[in-house]
C-alpha cells in the first residue's frame, strides 16, 4: 500500500469530496480517501499507482496541482 497527496484546486465543496472518494474507490475498492474540500488535498492509501488515481481523479472532472 501507498501513501498519496495530491492538490486538487478545484474540490470546493463535499460533494465534490464525494465524487473523487467515489472515483477513486471505483479503482481500487480498498482504498482509504481522505479528501478534505477546506485544505483541497486528497490522501489516499492504495494498492493502486499514483498515476492511476490521478487519471480517476481528472476522469471525475478535477484537475491536479
Do not use: H, R, W
Not at 472515483?23 to 490522501?43: C, G, S, Y
Not at 494498492?47 to 476522469?59: D, L
Request: hydrophobic residues 45%; negative net charge; proline residues 3%.
Amino acid at each position: 500500500m501507498a501513501k498519496l497527496t495530491f492538490t486538487v484546486p478545484d474540490m470546493m465543496c463535499a460533494a465534490c469530496a464525494e465524487t473523487i472518494t467515489q472515483a477513486i474507490q471505483v479503482l481500487d475498492a480498498t482504498a482509504t480517501v481522505d479528501a478534505d474540500p477546506n485544505q483541497k488535498v486528497v490522501t489516499v492509501t492504495t494498492t493502486a499507482a499514483a498515476e492511476q488515481v490521478s487519471t480517476a481523479i481528472n476522469q471525475a472532472g478535477y484537475t491536479i496541482q
